[in-house]
């Protein structure tokens, strides 16, 4: 396969997650900004901040309204990351490795851009927002649907699988990171309706609140949310399940290749570091360096990927 | 009547012999029903991104061509006659090229003018004394043919370059067997899917020597934003070999090879769908980034096969083409099974004087134009249009060719008054290898859905049609 195949590959995967993960967070910003408990701007405030997009937007509008918020994340065109960009790259990815796609995954991407293109030609408005975050999940279903069922799994389906959970790592990290002081125990946080409504944005902007419920049962707890956001085994956005993930889908291109850049290492050393450790042990050391540490390596180790397998000259 | 000859309709309103069980078919359908069918056919075609780009059109980056349900048909008998012209002209194009490349022979017997060949654009210095794997030069050809009655059939154009449509050809047929599947169990109708495998095979038996056990082939594309990037995904994906772009490519220890996620790997056969100039920015344009620095040199050491081979262009230069009779009969030693449009060159004083006087019935082309672009027609041009190529002819007259108006044959398409005639050509893909000349039958139908236009091309609001060769 060209390097560069499996770089399309791995930015498509990361693209359609991150359209998924952009309309989440939106959903979950919306949500926070009806219950009128929070302080709204502040809100939209960390909503650009985990969606990374904050300092792109500031240069544009000079105080955070939630519809210039809405419109930058959804569609604005010079926001690279906004849903609509995304799209368009996972779609311009598609296309570049058309010949490495079945026809169902191309045609469930492709219909993807269209439809996402056509429900944004103009600012989505507030009665029509639910309806076009929706559209995005359910492409995103669709998508994965036809990646999973008709995919051969081989080299390329890897490069799509560690594109797909090193954009989920990194989103559900960045999560944590701007919301960390939330799960801090303090002396003030006991449990407040604020913290609950708090909480529960955390947990649904990872779409947690079920599998939360059945884990941990009515109770919520910082610890208890850290724990599952992060150590959960069977939680498939947790930082634990993407990390196995990764490392998996690396050691396979060892098996299948022969060799193994220094990528695979780097992927065994990222689940030894930050996995093997208690909640309490997290807490201990600081959940916001911990944070911080992990996404850094996290992207060291996608740079790593990427020259290992030659996406590029 | 109309002036023109419908291929589905005699002058007296019948059905012509190979439209008979499409007419029947066709009058027992609900109009309703097709124009849902038409409605979905386009749909699939969005979908699977069979689009096309519009140069020089930013907000339609990627547009549909036209897709009309109505088969265009061939006899058995007409097409078995076509096949041997198109033959017959692809060995004497093959047998020029290496010629021109060589001793130029044609030349020295005063058949063609030196100054055509050496004073040509397309003419390719670099390739003089340089003789491909097999001699082929020209791996895929598109014949470009029209029809003006029941018997004449004329060569429009020879496309030696990187003929594009294929993928439409193969795609339509696809679209109407899931549509009308019955209209394929009334009809035996030549298959034409095997395309990309005799392709696939045709490229690989024109391996360099150095070639080692099963030859790797792969697609050279300029990129996802060429107008026909759909196409060369088309035909990498079917032919199960790599698409690359110039950036995927170096020259390692004398080999072209690509940059693999296990490494670079050697090609032996680049089927290139980018141009001559951009080729390689060493020993052409050195702006080019669509190419590999120093592919020609490996190509002259015989270290890869470059299909088309470069310089190609000299053989369907429009210019060229006036001579293209005698070009046949030079080294076939026959009479061409299959006419030339008679064409004026421009760089003749009196055929200049005959064009500027007769611009309004002519159709005058650019000598290295296609596309349809920076072409007159003059019966439907307007004054203004003839007055300003009045003005180009006349200051740079070797540019030029001018030929007749031709009477281009008609086939209906299913418009929303219903069945109405509309213009057509025909572009016929040939495969040439070393195993022989292999002709898929029929080729990529394209119709001028503008009543009375004549201008086919895709990019000029043109549409296409299935086309069909019957097993008689």
């Given at each position: 396969m060209l390097g560069k195949t499996a770089g399309g590959l791995f930015w498509m995967s990361r693209y359609l997650e991150r359209a998924e993960n952009t309309a989440r967070l939106l959903e979950t910003g919306q949500?926070?900004?009806?219950?009128?408990?929070?302080?709204?701007?502040?809100?939209w405030g960390s909503v650009l901040k985990t969606a990374g997009v904050l300092g792109g937007y500031s240069a544009k509008y000079e105080e955070i309204t939630k519809e210039n918020a809405v419109d930058w994340m959804l569609r604005d065109g010079e926001n690279p990351s906004s849903i609509k960009s995304v799209i368009k790259q996972a779609r311009d990815n598609a296309r570049l490795v058309r010949t490495a796609l079945t026809h169902d995954v191309w045609s469930a991407v492709n219909s993807t851009w269209m439809q996402v293109d056509a429900a944004m030609k103009r600012r989505v408005n507030e009665r029509d927002l639910p309806g076009t975050l929706e559209l995005i999940r359910q492409q995103a279903a669709l998508v994965r649907g036809a990646i999973l069922g008709t995919m051969l799994r081989n080299d390329m389906f890897d490069f799509m699988r560690i594109g797909n959970f090193i954009e989920r790592a990194d989103n559900t990290g960045r999560i944590l990171d701007v919301k960390y002081y939330v799960l801090l125990p303090t002396a003030f946080s006991v449990g407040s309706s604020?913290?609950?409504?708090?909480?529960?944005?955390?947990?649904?902007?990872?779409?947690?609140?079920?599998?939360?419920?059945?884990?941990?049962?009515?109770?919520?707890?910082?610890?208890?949310?850290?724990?599952?956001?992060?150590?959960?085994?069977?939680?498939?956005?947790?930082?634990?399940?993407?990390?196995?993930?990764?490392?998996?889908?690396?050691?396979?291109?060892?098996?299948?290749?022969?060799?193994?850049?220094?990528?695979?290492?780097?992927?065994?050393?990222?689940?030894?570091?930050?996995?093997?450790?208690?909640?309490?042990?997290?807490?201990?050391?600081?959940?916001?360096?911990?944070?911080?540490?992990?996404?850094?390596?996290?992207?060291?180790?996608?740079?790593?990927?990427?020259?290992?397998?030659r996406f590029y000259e | 009547m109309s002036n023109y000859f419908d291929e589905m309709f005699s002058d007296t309103g019948s059905l012509r012999g190979p439209y008979e069980e499409i007419g029947r078919w066709f009058n027992a359908e609900d109009a309703s029903r097709l124009r849902a069918k038409q409605r979905e056919a386009e749909e699939v075609f969005r979908l699977t991104g069979i689009t096309f780009n519009v140069y020089g059109k930013a907000e339609a980056e990627e547009r549909l061509i036209p897709f009309d349900i109505v088969p265009r048909v061939i006899s058995g008998r007409e097409w078995q006659r076509l096949e041997r012209g198109i033959e017959q002209r692809v060995r004497a194009i093959n047998a020029f090229l290496y010629d021109i490349y060589h001793r130029q022979e044609i030349v020295r017997a005063g058949r063609v003018p030196a100054e055509m060949i050496a004073g040509n654009e397309a003419f390719l210095p670099q390739m003089l004394g340089v003789a491909p794997p097999g001699q082929v030069y020209t791996h895929i050809v598109g014949i470009d043919l029209v029809r003006t009655g029941p018997d004449e059939f004329y060569v429009l154009e020879d496309n030696a370059r990187t003929p594009s449509g294929v993928s439409y050809m193969l795609e339509n047929r696809e679209t109407m067997l899931k549509m009308f599947p019955e209209l394929f169990s009334a009809n035996n109708v030549r298959n034409v899917s095997d395309y990309p495998k005799n392709l696939r095979r045709s490229l690989a038996a024109c391996a360099p020597s150095c070639a080692e056990g099963e030859p790797t082939v792969a697609v050279l594309t300029p990129g996802i934003y060429n107008s026909a990037y759909y196409e060369h995904a088309f035909l990498a994906d079917q032919m199960a070999v790599e698409l690359v772009e110039g950036h995927d490519l170096r020259v390692v220890d004398g080999r072209v090879c690509m940059r693999t996620t296990r490494g670079y790997k050697p090609i032996d056969v680049l089927y290139r769908r980018v141009d001559d100039e951009f080729l390689d920015p060493l020993n052409f344009n050195p702006d080019s980034a669509l190419g590999v620095p120093g592919i020609m040199d490996v190509y002259r050491a015989g270290g890869i096969t470059i299909a088309n081979a470069p310089g190609t262009g000299i053989a369907d230069d429009k210019a060229i083409y006036s001579y293209m009779p005698e070009i046949v009969e030079f080294y076939t030693g026959e009479k061409p099974l299959l006419q030339n449009v008679p064409t004026w060159r421009c760089s003749d004083p009196d055929s200049l004087a005959y064009v500027l006087d007769n611009l309004s019935e002519l159709v005058v082309k650019e000598v290295h134009g296609s596309g349809g672009y920076g072409m007159l027609i003059g019966p439907t041009a307007s004054k203004k249009e003839i007055a300003a190529f009045r003005h180009k002819l006349k200051s740079r007259p070797s540019n030029y060719i001018a030929q007749p108006t031709l009477s281009l044959s008609t086939v209906p398409i299913f418009a929303r008054s219903g069945?109405?005639?509309?213009?057509?050509?025909?572009?016929?893909?040939?495969?040439?290898?070393?195993?022989?000349?292999?002709?898929?039958?029929?080729?990529?139908?394209?119709?001028?859905?503008?009543?009375?236009?004549?201008?086919?091309?895709?990019?000029?609001?043109?549409?296409?049609?299935?086309?069909?060769?019957?097993?008689?």
């Amino acid at each position: 396969m060209l390097g560069k195949t499996a770089g399309g590959l791995f930015w498509m995967s990361r693209y359609l997650e991150r359209a998924e993960n952009t309309a989440r967070l939106l959903e979950t910003g919306q949500r926070m900004a009806l219950t009128r408990t929070q302080n709204s701007v502040e809100e939209w405030g960390s909503v650009l901040k985990t969606a990374g997009v904050l300092g792109g937007y500031s240069a544009k509008y000079e105080e955070i309204t939630k519809e210039n918020a809405v419109d930058w994340m959804l569609r604005d065109g010079e926001n690279p990351s906004s849903i609509k960009s995304v799209i368009k790259q996972a779609r311009d990815n598609a296309r570049l490795v058309r010949t490495a796609l079945t026809h169902d995954v191309w045609s469930a991407v492709n219909s993807t851009w269209m439809q996402v293109d056509a429900a944004m030609k103009r600012r989505v408005n507030e009665r029509d927002l639910p309806g076009t975050l929706e559209l995005i999940r359910q492409q995103a279903a669709l998508v994965r649907g036809a990646i999973l069922g008709t995919m051969l799994r081989n080299d390329m389906f890897d490069f799509m699988r560690i594109g797909n959970f090193i954009e989920r790592a990194d989103n559900t990290g960045r999560i944590l990171d701007v919301k960390y002081y939330v799960l801090l125990p303090t002396a003030f946080s006991v449990g407040s309706s604020l913290d609950n409504i708090q909480w529960e944005s955390i947990l649904r902007s990872v779409g947690a609140g079920g599998g939360y419920r059945m884990t941990h049962g009515q109770k919520t707890t910082p610890s208890d949310i850290a724990q599952f956001l992060i150590l959960d085994q069977r939680m498939p956005r947790s930082l634990h399940f993407c990390c196995r993930k990764i490392q998996e889908n690396l050691s396979y291109l060892k098996k299948d290749y022969g060799f193994a850049g220094p990528s695979c290492e780097a992927s065994n050393l990222l689940s030894e570091k930050y996995l093997g450790r208690q909640i309490s042990d997290i807490f201990d050391y600081g959940l916001h360096e911990y944070i911080e540490d992990f996404l850094r390596d996290l992207s060291d180790l996608s740079r790593q990927v990427e020259v290992d397998y030659r996406f590029y000259e | 009547m109309s002036n023109y000859f419908d291929e589905m309709f005699s002058d007296t309103g019948s059905l012509r012999g190979p439209y008979e069980e499409i007419g029947r078919w066709f009058n027992a359908e609900d109009a309703s029903r097709l124009r849902a069918k038409q409605r979905e056919a386009e749909e699939v075609f969005r979908l699977t991104g069979i689009t096309f780009n519009v140069y020089g059109k930013a907000e339609a980056e990627e547009r549909l061509i036209p897709f009309d349900i109505v088969p265009r048909v061939i006899s058995g008998r007409e097409w078995q006659r076509l096949e041997r012209g198109i033959e017959q002209r692809v060995r004497a194009i093959n047998a020029f090229l290496y010629d021109i490349y060589h001793r130029q022979e044609i030349v020295r017997a005063g058949r063609v003018p030196a100054e055509m060949i050496a004073g040509n654009e397309a003419f390719l210095p670099q390739m003089l004394g340089v003789a491909p794997p097999g001699q082929v030069y020209t791996h895929i050809v598109g014949i470009d043919l029209v029809r003006t009655g029941p018997d004449e059939f004329y060569v429009l154009e020879d496309n030696a370059r990187t003929p594009s449509g294929v993928s439409y050809m193969l795609e339509n047929r696809e679209t109407m067997l899931k549509m009308f599947p019955e209209l394929f169990s009334a009809n035996n109708v030549r298959n034409v899917s095997d395309y990309p495998k005799n392709l696939r095979r045709s490229l690989a038996a024109c391996a360099p020597s150095c070639a080692e056990g099963e030859p790797t082939v792969a697609v050279l594309t300029p990129g996802i934003y060429n107008s026909a990037y759909y196409e060369h995904a088309f035909l990498a994906d079917q032919m199960a070999v790599e698409l690359v772009e110039g950036h995927d490519l170096r020259v390692v220890d004398g080999r072209v090879c690509m940059r693999t996620t296990r490494g670079y790997k050697p090609i032996d056969v680049l089927y290139r769908r980018v141009d001559d100039e951009f080729l390689d920015p060493l020993n052409f344009n050195p702006d080019s980034a669509l190419g590999v620095p120093g592919i020609m040199d490996v190509y002259r050491a015989g270290g890869i096969t470059i299909a088309n081979a470069p310089g190609t262009g000299i053989a369907d230069d429009k210019a060229i083409y006036s001579y293209m009779p005698e070009i046949v009969e030079f080294y076939t030693g026959e009479k061409p099974l299959l006419q030339n449009v008679p064409t004026w060159r421009c760089s003749d004083p009196d055929s200049l004087a005959y064009v500027l006087d007769n611009l309004s019935e002519l159709v005058v082309k650019e000598v290295h134009g296609s596309g349809g672009y920076g072409m007159l027609i003059g019966p439907t041009a307007s004054k203004k249009e003839i007055a300003a190529f009045r003005h180009k002819l006349k200051s740079r007259p070797s540019n030029y060719i001018a030929q007749p108006t031709l009477s281009l044959s008609t086939v209906p398409i299913f418009a929303r008054s219903g069945l109405v005639p509309r213009h057509v050509d025909l572009r016929p893909f040939v495969l040439v290898s070393p195993e022989g000349v292999k002709i898929t039958p029929g080729g990529l139908t394209r119709v001028a859905l503008k009543k009375g236009s004549l201008v086919v091309n895709s990019s000029q609001g043109g549409g296409t049609k299935d086309t069909w060769v019957l097993e008689d």
